[in-house]
């Protein structure tokens, strides 16, 4: 593993990443809060959009607010996108290209200028209220789970009484899955799984996201999507829902409306974007975890996190 070297006048282009939910943490943005006029404008769109006070939800939480879908997403998207706009202004760091997980996603649209400042929070605050609206209306649950493929899992859910209400949420890697659905089916999976060795992890949200739990909002997020004024994508984003790069902003909308329950399919998405030439790779969000999803065995790859650059720009 190397560093990004953002010392040099023309660093070479990068994969910016974008956090989704399960980053969160009460504090987080502390470094790029009211930064420059920039920054603030990032906090202050969000707060007005969402009609809460952002930077204090971020800064004071408390982390049982910030565990609701309704206001995670907004938090992580605000910090995602200052976060960026710091970089950008701090350092010579040079987008190639982007990748969101989950709700991330959006933020890697915005910054290949998909979404203006405003459109974003706009999508997102939608999003989020939609998704807070069917998890209290239908109880669902996520695990993480480790030692299984893709394959294998799927079998062992497709062999299930629970099949039909459980599903595989979020390919993350290799052996890094999630699965999500209705809870008292989650539930007895779970149990199933620790008797053959494994020891899922359930996940700190407050609903199943990539599943069919939130089937009756896809129309509803494609009729929001539709009537914004979205740009062709100025950089290639690779899209949840496909794992490829998509042009055609019609296509993106449907994409963004079915991710709500459709998988997110991170390691094709990685392994894509290192397919297509990109060598060194940039992590926005709260706590490092997404640059240790690509595949450790790629040579000559750079990994490097927001914090550690914005350290970087700050000591020089």
Known sequence: MQDYDITGNTPPPCMVLFAGQGSARVGMGANVLDQSAATREVWQCASDMAGIDVRKLCLKGPMTRLTQTRFQQIAVTTVNVATLTALRTQTALTPGGSAGHSAGEYAALWLAGVFTLETLFQAVVTRAAIMQRLAEKNRGAMFHLQGLTHAELAVRLTDSEHHHHL???????????????????????????????????????????????????????????????????????????????????????????FHLTEPVRWRESMFNSLQDGFRHYVEISPKKYLLSLIDENSTMVTRRHCHELLSVADNQ
């Not at 595989?168 to 699965?179: E, G, P, S």
């Not at 949200?205 to 939130?214: E, K, P």
């Not at 009537?227 to 998509?246: F, I, W």
């Open 167 to 257: 599903s595989i949420a979020c390919d993350n890697a290799q052996d890094q899955l999630v699965f999500a659905g209705e809870i008292q089916a989650a539930k007895s999976f779970v149990q199933t799984l620790l008797a053959a060795g494994y020891s899922p992890t359930k996940l700190a949200v407050n609903g199943a996201w990539h599943c069919a739990q939130m089937a009756e909002g896809v129309a509803e997020m494609q009729q929001l999507l539709k009537t914004l004024p979205l740009r062709s994508p100025t950089l290639p984003v690779y899209m949840n829902r496909t794992a490829r790069p998509e042009t055609n902003v019609e296509k993106i909308t449907e994409n963004l409306a």
